[in-house]
């Protein structure tokens, strides 16, 4: 059984794909938090943009196997065309997803992505791995494609991702403009993360530029 808080078909707006049309597949539940803001100050990971609790989002729903949930996704992508690409996010989606998953995906010709904290195993067969860092234990997908920080993050300075296995090196600015009226606020997030990419040019801006387009 698979748990999906909403599906859609949109523009990658953040990374290296940045651009790249994708089914989006948002998993319900992350480990990192609960997903309810009376939990959010005392939680591992206190600021998320996203709401990926319950299934009543667009799209959202329970699927008991992977080829109806595929079948379901298939549907959102433009008929008789190809470049099939499927992101995983969340929520945490490595907490849901599986082998039997991937087959079917693969199955239906998608090159598959997934956006993940990285703090849990993933199955193999991911084309492009994702990994944004929330915490300062190690990582356990500590190499893929992508790594993503978000900055400025308390105790999360980027040096100590710089020597991993990945491709690409991102800094994300922290967006606050979601978080409930009493957090604790860092000054300036997009400024800061622009003076360190030009200091530390191992890093690459990312932004996210679905919000600025109002897309999903
Ligand atoms: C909502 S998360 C879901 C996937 C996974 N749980 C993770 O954290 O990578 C998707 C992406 O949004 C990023 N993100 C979440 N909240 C953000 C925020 N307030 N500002 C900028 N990026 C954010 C995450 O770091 C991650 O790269
Ligand atoms: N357009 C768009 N791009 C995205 N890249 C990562 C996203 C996510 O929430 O995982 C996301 C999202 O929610 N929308
Ligand atoms: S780990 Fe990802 S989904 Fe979970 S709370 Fe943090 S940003 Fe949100
Ligand atoms: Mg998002």
Same mark, same amino acid.
């Given at each position: 059984m698979y748990s999906i808080k909403e599906a859609f078909y949109s523009?990658?707006? #953040?990374?290296?794909? =940045?651009g790249r049309p994708a089914i989006f597949c948002r998993f319900t539940g992350c480990n990192l938090w609960t997903g309810k803001e009376k939990h959010r100050a005392t939680s591992?990971?206190? %600021?998320?943009?996203?709401? %990926?609790? /319950?299934?009543?989002? !667009?799209?959202g729903g329970k699927f008991h196997d992977a080829d109806t949930l595929i079948a379901h996704l298939d549907t959102l992508w433009p008929e008789n065309t190809q470049h099939k690409y499927l992101i995983f996010t969340g929520g945490e989606p490595a907490l849901q997803l599986d082998d039997e998953l991937i087959q079917a995906a693969k199955a239906s010709s998608y090159t598959l992505a997934i956006e993940t904290n990285g703090t849990l195993p993933l199955p193999v067969g991911i084309d492009w791995i994702c990994v944004s860092p929330?915490? =300062? #234990? &190690?990582?356990?997908?500590? /190499? /893929?494609s992508e790594l993503k920080l978000i900055f &400025?993050?308390?105790?999360? &300075? &980027?040096n100590l991702f710089?020597?991993? #296995? %990945? #491709?690409h090196f991102y800094l994300q600015p922290m967006? !606050?403009? =979601?978080?409930? =009226? /009493?957090q604790a606020r860092i000054d300036d997030a997009q400024a800061q993360t622009i003076r360190y990419c030009l200091q530390n040019p191992q890093w690459r801006l990312s932004l996210q530029t679905h919000k600025m387009l109002g897309i999903d």
């Open positions: 523009l990658q707006g #953040e990374g290296a794909h =940045a591992q990971c206190q %600021f998320c943009d996203t709401d %990926f609790v /319950g299934t009543d989002g !667009q799209n929330k915490t =300062a #234990e &190690p990582l356990v997908v500590n /190499g /893929g &400025p993050q308390q105790h999360l &300075p &980027p710089t020597d991993l #296995e %990945f #491709e967006d !606050q403009s =979601a978080l409930p =009226a /009493g």
